[in-house]
């Protein structure tokens, strides 16, 4: 194998692929001759409509415009998901990107919010200003508000995955990757098993340095070829199975993701521009195919725009996301269902990680181990984080097997920890880089009902006077610059 690292080979497109060749070949510009090889006969799943705030660096960092972006993914704002029957049936809590308040020296906002329980009515989240805006359709790019004092609106997209794959396609293309459209039909390895090249239908054979996998659930290079493993998180990520449809568009055009718990699964609805994209996650466990199809079609708001797309997959990891010169990207290196909307961000995050660990361009040992260190403690945070929605749930219909299965399992050790931590003092412990925030956790816990026994005996510090007034502030603060943003759909037309 050699380790200088001249040529990259992408295999497969969509989302992921393109996504790694536009970052690739933005940041080595012309140091590096990248290929990627798309076959015309094997679709993208092409659900990964909701995104997470981080891909605006993302586009950034590629230099791409938000609003040629937005115009050209018929994309629509996101400010937070909403839950709806999660806790219990009738309950809903939003998980609002941004900040929460304000935090007052060392003490977090919510231990003040807290030492004001129960006495006072207020909601946590009328002190988060991305939920405000998403509950009254509104929105602007303010990323700071009250003379700085006060974070503003932290926001991410809902957008089309197969048009921002084609905006890439152009992106990476000009800059000057090779776009190969055929299918591989036979993977060559070298004396020390590591890819040496790639055959092609067309007759041609495709040699590389790196080779990287975006094929997807199908994972052609980094499991089919290599052999990896997999490392399932089954026993505690139940829901298998997904179905997705897109329908027309609904008015007005909101700006969150839903996501809509039935007694087998949950429901996803997306507003884009031009239409809804809808799905279904389920557990076979716990429902047939056709069973969640039924009830997927029946809950659509709108005329549906094509037949459904069943997708099967197995919640986990590979056990190596670098092996030899391949890395897996995207669905290739695992899925952890569509809940949190990161399959996109991992892709993100496993490029940066990527360009990070291969400062010269060279294959390392000690690099390869360090990548995929990194890779299996980010796949373990945010599978907590998913774990944490079903294990919470209080629902208690007599067709909830799934969620009663959810609330009794074991949970991993480290998302014990967090949760015990919170329930008995209301601290929450974010480790260095972890994806989601201290707000996250917080919003999710407090939804699902679990308020602690103590708080912070800094937030004591104010009188209970003084804490009354503090909250009464902010929320007049919110709403003075609430009644200042246009519509989201005022935006969208701008």
Known sequence: MNNKIKKIVILGGGSSGW???????????QQLDICLIESPNIGTIGVGEATIPPLKIFNDVLGLNEKDFIAKTQASIKLGIQFEHWGKQGDAYMHAFGELGKNIGYCAFH???????????????????????????????????????????????HFDAGLYAQLLTEYATQRGVKHIQATVIRTNLTEDDAIASLTLDDGQTIEGDLFIDCSGLRAHLIEQALNVGYESYQDWLVCDSAWAVPCEKVEPIIPYTRSIAHSFGWQWRIPLQHRTGNGIVFSSRYASDEQAKQVLMENLDAPALAEPKLIRFTPGRREKQWHKNCVAIGLSSGFLEPLESTSLHLVQTAVIRLTKLMPNLTIKPSLVEEYNRQSKLEFEQIRDFIILHYHLNQRQGNNDNLWQYCRDMAIPASLQRKIALFAETGNLQRFQDELFTNEAWLQVMVGQGVLPQEYNPLADTLSRQDNQDFLDNLKAVYQHYLAQLPSHQAFLNK
Do not use: E
């Open 111 to 157: 231990h003040y919010w807290l030492a004001n329980q129960p006495k006072s009515s207020t909601s946590l989240w009328d002190y988060s200003f991305n939920y405000q805006a998403a509950i009254k359709n509104k929105f602007d790019a303010v990323p700071r508000i009250h003379n700085n004092q006060l974070a503003g609106i932290t926001h991410a997209y």
């Open 19 to 29: 996504m790694t060749a536009a970052l690739l070949c933005r940041l080595y510009k």
